[in-house]
């Protein structure tokens, strides 16, 4: 049981908490929805249940979602730079328990690198893995195995997930997902890096297993660890633009591989495994204001959790803990029926790569009206509706925001926000009980891995002294704080 004193002084809390878990366990399982906040998932849930049932408006059929059914706590997410935070120093707090500032990847506000759950798990003699839709050195699945200033330093990062300049070595068995560009020489068409070092070819000579598209994912559910899958040179595709063009696989289905591989590589040992899966673009959506693609990345999420749910059943040495980084978007629902976002097949990002690639001898209306609209769900689009999309800052932006009010949904903010998120988890027999007796209640975003710590027996300060000695040495691996940044949209995801 956790043990907290709360002494209120000058409106100021002072949590001591002395973790305890009641909950042994031999494999975690963590989920990050980046962004997903409070009103996600009844988006999602309202979305699923016309898809499913055919109903909606007042009283709908409801189609429960996995995630519905698994709240235990809430936890509060400031970093130490400010109270809206980024994933870089919110993934620092969930993945190694310290405060930091928004941009940092696993150091401290002085730059010192402290160590995490998944490098505590890798030296304790568990197998590790990572799974993301975005590029997997981006800062949420980053601040498990690498130690950077700025998360803009995905090169370095690569660097580190793989070995190559990790002062521990390769802490992670299993890498899937998307940003290949930072693993490829910058003499490739693509390339995120401005040297020659090919991260690749390195991969392979090390021993690991590569694979680069959907076909070379299929043939690894019988592969050995360790294993390296980039999708996409940046982030994968979203779900919903996934489905119609099938050249990558989903988060499912990573999830599934990543699960099977690292069982099968340890269900014989006395250690399991640590495995970190992020449905990363339910943040990247949010940002967009894009409001059926946030509601099909969500629910892709709670398919994941539906999955890994029926999987603990079937393993209950397993606990799966799930928790948003931060919401984003400010999302409300002020009148959301999902009716006018059932027709939208395609993203809002998609959308405009598509239009921004139109035959330049097409009347823009009119390639607006038959290619564009159709597939954003606005195939009836009122004469003024065309011109607010036209005239607007970007034909996306015009159609996010129709497509939202029609649906009754707002954002308050194309960036993140402050509210406090939820802490789901899962656990088979009676254990379940137990998770839930150990996490009930308000968290601070740096207690989580102290839980999961103790929950497998594990000694994060044990790796925070180990890197402390090699950066007192030498701190060039960590890079600088003042790197330019390559983002989706400029802004701080
Ligand atoms: C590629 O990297 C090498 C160093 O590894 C550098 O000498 C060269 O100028 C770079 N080329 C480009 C096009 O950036
Ligand atoms: C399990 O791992 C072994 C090697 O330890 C491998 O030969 C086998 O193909 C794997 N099986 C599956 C189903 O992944
Ligand atoms: C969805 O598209 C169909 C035709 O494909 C149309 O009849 C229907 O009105 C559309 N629904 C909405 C909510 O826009
Ligand atoms: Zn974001």
């Not at 990790?166 to 290949?180: E, N």
């Not at 930072?182 to 390339?191: K, L």
């Not at 990345?297 to 603990?312: C, G, L, P, Q, S």
């Not at 009930?440 to 027996?457: F, H, K, M, Q, S």
Request: charged residues 25%; hydrophobic residues 40%; contains cysteine.
């Amino acid at each position: 049981m956790h043990i907290r004193t709360a002494v209120a002084a000058a409106g100021v809390a002072l949590i001591q908490s002395a973790s305890a878990a009641s909950v042994e366990a031999k494999n975690v399982i963590y989920i990050v929805p980046d962004g997903y906040g409070p009103a996600s998932q009844n988006m999602a849930r309202d979305l699923a249940s016309l898809i499913e049932t055919g109903t909606s408006g007042a009283n709908p059929e409801i189609h429960e979602l996995a995630v519905d059914d698994l709240a235990i706590g809430r936890v509060r997410t400031h970093s130490a730079s400010s109270m809206i935070t980024d994933s870089a120093a919110s993934g620092t707090a969930f993945a190694a328990g310290h405060k930091s500032y928004n941009g940092a990847i696993s150091v401290t506000p002085e730059g010192l690198p402290v160590g995490s759950i998944l490098e505590a798990a890798k030296l304790g003699g568990l197998k590790t893995g990572l799974v993301s839709t975005t590029s997997i050195s981006d800062a949420t699945p980053a601040v498990y195995a690498a130690h950077v200033a700025n998360r803009g330093s995905q090169p370095l990062i690569a660097e580190q997930q793989l070995g190559y300049s990790h002062p521990l070595g390769s802490m992670v068995d299993l890498l899937l997902g998307g940003g290949r560009c930072n693993f490829s020489p910058n003499t490739t068409e693509g390339s995120c890096r401005s040297d020659g070092l090919d991260l690749l070819a390195y991969a392979e000579e090390k021993g690991w297993t590569v694979a680069q598209d959907r076909n070379e994912f299929d043939a690894l559910s019988k592969a050995e660890l360790p294993l390296l899958g980039l999708f996409a040179e940046e982030s994968m595709r979203y779900e919903m633009d996934r489905k119609v063009l099938q050249d990558e696989p989903s988060l499912l289905e990573m999830a599934k591989t990543a699960v099977n591989v690292l069982h099968n590589a340890t269900r014989r040992n006395e250690k399991g495994f640590f495995l970190m899966i992020e449905a990363a673009r339910i943040d990247h959506a949010g940002h967009a204001s894009d409001p059926a693609n946030h509601a099909i990345e969500t629910w892709m999420y709670n398919d994941v959790i539906a999955w890994v749910r029926e999987w603990i059943d079937k393993h209950p040495d397993t606990i799966m803990l799930s928790a948003a980084d931060h919401e984003t978007g400010g999302l409300t629902l002020n009148g959301y029926d999902p009716l006018p976002l059932r027709n939208s097949t395609h993203s809002r990002e998609h959308l405009e790569s598509v239009w921004n690639n139109r035959p330049e001898s097409t009347d823009e209306e009119d390639f607006l009206r038959s290619d564009i609209l159709p597939a954003y769900g606005l195939d009836d689009a009122s004469d003024d509706q065309v011109k607010t999309i036209l005239e607007a800052s970007s034909i996306g932006a015009g159609m996010a925001s129709v497509l939202s009010a029609r649906a009754g949904v707002d954002w308050s903010t194309g960036g993140h926000t402050s509210v406090d998120i939820t802490l789901h988890g899962y656990a088979a027999g009676r254990k379940r009980r137990a998770l839930q007796a150990d996490l009930a209640g308000g968290w601070d975003n740096t207690e989580l891995p102290r839980y999961i710590e103790d929950v497998l027996d594990l000694d994060m300060d044990a790796v925070t002294r180990k890197l402390r000695k090699a950066s007192e040495k030498d701190s060039s691996w960590l890079g600088k704080r003042d790197v330019a940044r390559r983002s989706l949209d400029g802004c701080d995801h």
